[in-house]
């Protein structure tokens, strides 16, 4: 089964010491995550986000509700923290989130690797065209909530 990589880059005009914390507060997942998945965190609040920390949630995908167990695998504040699948609609989801100071800013650089349970056809049928969309929501939001947002840089 092949495996399938999204890549997104966006500079914020702030500094990696005052973006990261707000991945640090597990409960903005939701706030980055689109209205249309449903998205609710199961795991007790509040949560310490460091290696080793187990977060459950439930979303809706296509009408199907499904649960996703994430084990924060890699730790590091403020530059990087990786974050992976253990139970959800994927048999692999490897998400590195990396924070580079770049021109009195900070790139914001995500990196999925991702399986889709369907294979080829699943993927290009639904999975790439909603793991698209939710990351563009995802970049949306992070520049209304930290201004800026050029992709370009």
Known sequence: MSTYRLQREQWLPRTCEEIFPFFADARNLGVLTPDW???EI????????????????????HGFPLRWRTLIKEWQPPFEFVD???KGP???????????????????????????????L??????????????????QKMAVLFGGGDTSR
């Open 37 to 39: 998945l449903d998205f």
């Open 42 to 61: 199961l795991t007790p609040m509040p949560l310490e986000m460091k290696a080793g920390t187990l977060i459950d949630y439930r979303i809706r995908i």
């Open 84 to 86: 992976v699948q253990l």
């Open 90 to 120: 994927y048999s692999l989801w490897h998400h590195r989130h990396r924070f580079v100071p770049k021109d009195g800013g900070t790139l914001c650089i995500d990196e999925i690797d991702y399986r889709p349970i369907g294979g080829a």
């Open 122 to 139: 699943i993927n290009r049928l639904f999975v790439r065209k909603d793991v698209e969309r939710i990351f563009a929501f995802r970049e």
